[in-house]
């Protein structure tokens, strides 16, 4: 049976550059590993939301998030893998730790943040949150 990993995704640096990280680790794995990419939107702020229609809004958050997807799934297909993928709306930190649990995910691998201002390394906000949170292994790659 494959291990089931749950890769999220956004657009930044920092999401690429773990994903390139990953991809580089794959023979860490005994099997290919089946692979969830997940991007998480944030909800719309404010009362914009009010003013569209739900259908355009999920329509958006859709698109948003499928933009962020859409390059990672095509590296990932290179590399033979068929991901699956899901766009969700919610806190970052929680949704991962939520979408993990309810698709039977055995590790979470994502990005750090790299270097701060004093170039000493820490960790994001998101990914401290899911480090904390998670009950599964989580794999932070840089």
């Known amino acids: 049976m494959n291990i089931r990993i749950l890769l ?3 657009d930044s640096e920092a999401s690429s550059q773990a994903v390139d990280a990953f991809l580089q680790r794959l023979d860490w794995y005994s099997e290919k ?3 969830h990419l997940l991007n998480v939107q944030p909800p ?3 009362d914009i939301a009010s003013f569209l229609k739900a259908g355009l809004i999920e329509q958006y958050h859709r698109d948003e998030g499928m933009k962020a997807i859409e390059p990672v799934r095509q590296r990932l297909e290179v590399a033979g893998l068929t991901p699956k993928v899901s766009v969700v709306v919610g806190n970052a930190a929680e949704t991962i730790v939520r979408y993990a649990a309810e698709q039977g995910c055995q590790q979470i691998v994502m990005g750090s943040r ?3 201002t004093t170039g000493s390394w820490f960790l ?3 990914v401290t949150r899911v480090l904390h949170q998670s009950t599964v292994p989580v794999l932070v790659l840089r």
């Open 8 to 10: 999220p995704v956004d």
């Open 33 to 35: 590993p089946e692979v």
């Open 44 to 46: 719309l702020r404010g």
């Open 114 to 116: 790299g270097l701060g």
């Open 124 to 126: 994001g906000s998101t």
